[in-house]
């Protein structure tokens, strides 16, 4: 995307352009198209649209908040954002749900809670395109298969490290 691009989705997203707003918000998140990465501005553009009807904007506020990019962290914000996007069936967004009831994160554990939103993505076929930015994609609806995988990583590193140093294993 050129700066003409840019310079017309601006014009656009300040005409009341909502898709044009949430389009410059990822953008401005990612630091893509040649733009350097700005989150207040992000922030800014992906309120504007969330606040009229993007999901996707409601959905990468609630990943701005829930990791602090940008922002402090604040589960409970995140939530919110998320629970807007998945009520339109994003996906993402019950995956993060899952996330923050099955980890207590900011709300009081809930593993049956958890359960219910892993089922409900199981259940919905995923089409993965150049617009998701799932970064883990086989961890989805599974909180704790990914984080066992993460162990089971660091535990063979870290065996693979202790055989080079005494060429025996742990």
Request: some cysteine; overall charge negative; charged content about 20%.
């Amino acid at each position: 995307m050129s700066t003409v691009n840019i310079e017309t989705l601006t014009e656009k997203a300040n005409n009341n352009d909502y898709t044009a707003a949430y389009n410059l918000g990822k953008i401005y998140l990612t630091g893509c198209e040649g733009v350097a990465q700005d989150y207040n501005k992000a922030r800014g553009y992906l309120s504007v649209a969330a606040n009229n009807g993007v999901v996707g904007a409601n959905y990468y506020l609630g990943k701005m908040y829930y990791n602090g990019i940008g922002v402090a962290v604040d589960h409970a914000k995140a939530k919110e954002f998320f629970e807007r996007s998945a009520q339109a069936n994003n996906v993402f967004s019950n995956y993060y749900l899952g996330k923050i009831y099955y980890w207590g994160d900011g709300v009081e554990k809930n593993v049956s809670k958890a359960s219910e939103l892993k089922a409900s993505i199981l259940n919905r076929p995923l089409y993965i395109n150049q617009d998701t930015d799932i970064e883990n994609f086989y961890s989805i609806a599974d909180f704790e298969g990914a984080t066992q995988k993460y162990v089971n990583e660091i535990q063979a590193s870290v065996q693979d490290e202790y055989k080079k140093l005494y060429g025996e294993e742990v």
